[in-house]
Nanobody, 120 residues
Framework: QVQLVESGGGSVQAGGSLRLSCAAS????????MGWYRQAPGKERELVAT???????TYADSVKGRFTISRDNAKNTVYLQMNSLKPEDTAVYYC??????????????WGQGTQVTISS
């Protein structure tokens, strides 16, 4: 069984910074991709950032230049460094990973979410 656990959320004033972490554990053969999504109240879930082992990271236009995604492959962990935070960034942030769990199978997993609240 594979589990993703997020941490690092909290409350911060506009202009501040937070660093989110997501660690994957369980029966993992390899991780194809990891990323972050967020969902604000009354809004649809949206992509924040994704990364692969060999490809370039991708970012939502709204966070480019402010957020940075990175991975520690040895720890099966993905990070999201969030700088210059804005009230519009307030949301529950979810970790996502495409993980190979068997020779013939890769599954998409989600973390439980971590709340990020930015005050003006």
């Amino acid at each position: 069984q594979v589990q993703l656990v997020e941490s690092g959320g909290g409350s911060v004033q506009a202009g501040g910074s937070l660093r989110l972490s997501c660690a994957a554990s369980g029966s993992i053969i390899s991780i194809n991709a990891m990323g972050w999504y967020r969902q604000a109240p009354g809004k649809e879930r949206e992509l924040v950032a994704t990364t692969t082992s060999g490809g370039s990271p991708t970012y939502a236009d709204s966070v480019k230049g402010r957020f940075t995604i990175s991975r520690d492959n040895a720890k099966n962990t993905v990070y999201l460094q969030m700088n210059s935070l804005k009230p519009e960034d307030t949301a529950v942030y979810y970790c996502n990973a495409l993980i190979r769990v068997a020779y013939y199978r890769s599954n998409d997993y989600w973390g439980q979410g971590t709340q990020v609240t930015i005050s003006s």
